[in-house]
């Protein structure tokens, strides 16, 4: 604490703090510059998130299937449903399914208790083996070791351990019996030598020296086996096919069989045009908001008797009129900003070339896609709806081709184009501006505010040897004043002496 005038009778504090207002006019400039530069960095930053949003949105929209999705429908859903790629072709398809595939499956013939004794089957020399098959039919053969104090819980999940996940066994504790069933379905098992007593190839093949095991222990018996059999169905009343799976993929079509048919499905397929109108208009309208924001940033008037309010100054003011201040003080503060004028220019320009396709479609106005005709729309894009749909329902391959061709000649795709255009744009601003997870020594303004920083600091310590200085001086004035009423005093007293 300083405390002063006690001789002078002068606010020296308040005179400190006048002398050092205007000391620290230069500190207060620099301190709005900092402000200046914090707002510059983050109005460039909402800009990039705004593209960003765009960037998110090329993978999808250089796929064929937003351009030509298709949709499928079954006379028989309840019996078979279909999924259709985009290199689909339309039109109705045939389907009778007249058998489902299935899972293997083995049960118990007799009761089991959960406290069975596997101690004939414990030892180094002991092993149980089983097979699966593998996809060409050839067998794999699985070793289950039995360890001492292991139970019936334990063995079973050993057994789908060492049969790596090909088959799945447990207990059920009110019928008393254990289940053996394979996790996928269809028939494997092509080899001859691997029949049981019946004739029947089972999925899951007991070896004749652990026979023994599965059956007097576990209670089950090979022949018992069900399943394990391959869907089949007749394609356009025609060709007859087998599939290990419930699903079956045949030109472009996934078709799914949820039980047999009654006599045909039909299966119809058809381009949805309106889910790729739908793709398309999200495209625009993220593309629109990003232009109708850099495009304000180079329209807005600035203002240049706004600056940065200091905290003196906001400690004068209402939340509002801050409020109001600080939005006239932001407008206009990238304008002129090259970053964001060649940035527009290049989307625009991406998406207004010429694609040599070789098909109908050259252009995006071809397809009713035009720039708005308000030149202070900045390129802003307007679809002519109706003419979108024909084009998508009529000739989806070429509009497909004008967007998304992945060539690097005359021939490359809107999309792609705008997808480096773009690329290009936020490497600017990310050089320009940065992003959340980089230094200052980063990007440009980064730097600019970090020489800034360090001119604040050293102005700063400059201020207190300033402040010190002045309250020196003062302290000077007050020694000298004290030491003069002193002589003062000290002449008055010999005068009076001398009456």
Known sequence: MRVGGIVSGMDIEAMVNKLMEAERMPLNRMYQ???????????????????????????????STSYKPKVATSSQESAVTATASSNASNGSYEIEVTHLASNAINYSTKDVEADVSFEEYIGEDKSITFKTFNEDGTAKTHTLKIEEGDNLSQVLKKIGEVSEGRVRAFYDENSK??????????????????????????????????????????????????????????????????SKNNHYTLNGITFEFNNVTEGNARITVSTDVEQSFDNIMNFVEKYNEAIEVMNTSQLEKKNRDFPPLTDEQKEEMTED?????????????LRGESTIKDGMYTLRQSLQSVVETGGEYTLLSHIGITTTKNYLDGGKLEVNEEKLKAALRENPDDVYKLFSNSSNGNDRGLIHRFDDALDNTRKKIIEKAGNSSHALDNYLIGKEMKQLNERVSSFERRMIQVEQRYWNQFTQMEKAISQLNQQSSYLFSQFGGGM
């Open 177 to 242: 019996k254990v289940v053996l069933e394979t996790t996928r379905t269809g028939s494997y098992n092509t080899g001859e030598d691997y029949k049981n007593s019946n004739g029947k190839k089972p999925e899951i093949y007991f070896d004749e020296e652990s026979s023994s095991f599965f059956e007097n222990v576990l209670g089950l018996k090979m022949e018992n086996e069900t399943g394990g059999e391959n869907a089949v169905f007749t394609y356009n009343n025609g060709l007859e096919i087998t």
């Open 321 to 333: 009129q801050i409020k109001k201040w600080e939005e006239k003080a932001k407008s206009g503060i």
């Open 33 to 63: 510059q900092q402000t200046t530069l914090e707002w510059k960095r983050d109005a460039f930053r909402d800009i990039n998130s705004k593209l960003l949003e765009l960037d998110n949105m090329m993978l999808d929209m250089k796929l």
